[in-house]
């Protein structure tokens, strides 16, 4: 089975600097996606990047870019120029490519921004 | 357009009795998909229903938890004789068919068992 796991569960970063939030996971898969979701207090889940396995490029989008590494299993978060905005919890998931199935989570990072 | 919504936002039973939460997905969304949100703790899978298929319950805890789905619309999940361990933030989400994995999730209910 899967796994997912964020081994940070808090992180503190200044406003307009720059934080990396880490997720490791397990599988016997060669093929699937990698996400990572933004939970503010709020509770709604919120899609910030997505990364699929077959590609070696990293996904951006603005402020936020992952690392990932799949022979090490590890797909890191960047969020560059910290807005207060960002402060939230952050989930790392995974998903088979083979089915339109569940996503596995880690437990998360709570992550704040000092202004 | 209109997200995923899901009623009620709040609930508070008493241990022993039954609740129903209600997911409404994105119209056209043809996989709904419940998860629970433990306190501190990440989502787990619960139950997905993709069209017309069977329903994959693999990760129902109990036989106390069950789920229906009226075609691709609302979804309701239903907790019988709760406990105080099924305190947690329940959360739905929808996807299209064939997109990615690309769920879009609902606010959640908060259920609280005392």
């Known amino acids: 089975a899967q796994t997912v796991t964020q081994s940070q569960p808090e992180m503190s970063v200044q406003e307009a600097e720059t934080v990396t939030l880490s997720c490791t996971y397990d599988t016997s898969e060669s093929d699937y996606y990698l996400f990572w979701y933004k939970q503010p207090p709020s509770r709604q889940m919120i899609l910030v990047i997505r990364?699929?396995?077959?590609?070696?490029q990293n996904a951006t989008e603005n402020r936020f870019s992952v690392n990932f590494q799949k022979a090490a299993k590890s797909f890191s978060l960047k969020i560059s120029d910290s807005q207060l905005g960002d402060a939230a919890m952050y989930f790392c998931?995974?998903?088979?490519?083979?089915?339109?199935?569940?996503?596995?989570f880690g437990k998360g990072t709570k992550l704040s921004v000092k202004p | 357009g209109a997200g995923v919504s899901q009623s009620p936002s709040n609930k508070v039973t008493e241990k022993g009795k039954d609740v129903e939460l209600r997911c409404d997905p994105i119209?056209?969304?043809?996989?709904l998909y419940w998860y629970r949100q433990r306190l501190g703790q990440g989502l787990e899978f619960l139950i997905y229903f993709q069209g017309n298929s069977a329903p994959d319950k693999s990760g129902l805890p109990s036989d106390r938890f069950s789920a229906e789905r009226t075609g691709e619309s609302v979804s309701t999940l239903t907790i019988q004789r709760t406990q105080q361990e099924d305190s947690a933030v329940y959360l739905c989400?929808?996807?299209?068919?064939?997109?990615?994995?690309?769920?879009?999730f609902g606010p959640g209910t908060r259920l609280t068992v005392t």
């Open positions: 990364q699929e396995a077959y590609k070696q």
């Open positions: 989400a929808s996807s299209l068919a064939g997109a990615p994995g690309e769920q879009y």
């Open positions: 998931a995974y998903r088979s490519r083979g089915s339109q199935g569940n996503l596995i």
């Open positions: 119209s056209g969304h043809t996989a």
